[in-house]
């Protein structure tokens, strides 16, 4: 069973400071990996993709990728209060994109 | 209309009730997708349609039965559901071959009595 792993949370962090999300994958051959965003009662909305090792930064959010540790992060700077939302990992395991399989999330609250 | 739009937001249905859930999504994708997500656990995917196959996930009991007419509509066909089948069900699409991730439409939230 191909599996990603998130730490349910809450994790809470003050106005402003940074947010780190943590992200765990168990098959190795995953080559896609992405960050989605959602609000209680709404859908997820994709918020960060990331393909290769290093750092994609795209405004507050940096999408970081450890493929040899099998290990995806999400740091939000500056975090707001409008950042408070589950966030969810998501991996194309090995073998294609018919099958985008999400960690349970990790919900974020930023508190004033 | 836009993106991936979803019908009915809102569904309550009994037990011995027949119903359908309706998604379209209007983003010239060829592949379309149903998940189930249930409090506290991960997006659960239920079927995938890629160039109108049907590509089946054999844990969904027989009682959730999908048809995809074309590559913009899709549809979730429900009857005699249970109890613990109430959760958020939520349509996505994206271009088949491609790793662009997922486009999910807003949802339908039902509930089973």
């Known amino acids: 069973q191909k599996e990603v792993e998130q730490n349910s949370g809450p994790l809470s962090v003050p106005e402003g400071a940074i947010a780190s999300l943590n992200c765990t994958y168990s098959?190795?051959?995953?080559?896609?990996f992405f960050w989605y965003r959602q609000y209680s009662g709404k859908s997820p909305e994709l918020i960060m993709s990331i393909y290769s090792n290093g750092d994609k930064e795209d405004g507050r959010f940096t999408a970081q990728l450890n493929k040899a540790s099998q290990y995806v992060s999400l740091l939000i700077r500056d975090s707001q209060p409008s950042d408070s939302a589950t966030y969810l990992c998501?991996?194309?395991?090995?073998?294609?994109?018919?099958?985008?399989?999400f960690g349970a999330g990790t919900r974020l609250a930023v508190h004033p | 209309e836009t993106g991936v739009t979803q019908t009915p937001r809102h569904l309550v249905m009994g037990m011995t009730n027949k119903k359908s859930l309706k998604c379209e999504q209007h983003?010239?994708?060829?592949?379309m997708y149903w998940y189930k997500q249930s409090a506290k656990k991960p997006l659960e995917l239920m079927f995938v349609y890629s160039l109108e196959e049907r590509v089946e996930n054999n844990s969904v009991p027989s009682r959730f039965s999908p048809e995809c007419p074309n590559s913009s509509h899709l549809f979730l066909h429900l009857h005699t559901l249970q109890p613990e089948d109430s959760a958020l069900y939520l349509c996505a699409s994206s271009q088949q071959r491609q790793s662009y991730g997922y486009t999910f439409g807003s949802g339908t939230r039902l509930t089973v009595v």
């Open positions: 998501a991996v194309f395991p090995s073998g294609g994109y018919n099958k985008l399989i």
């Open positions: 098959d190795r051959g995953s080559q896609s």
């Open positions: 983003l010239g994708h060829n592949a």
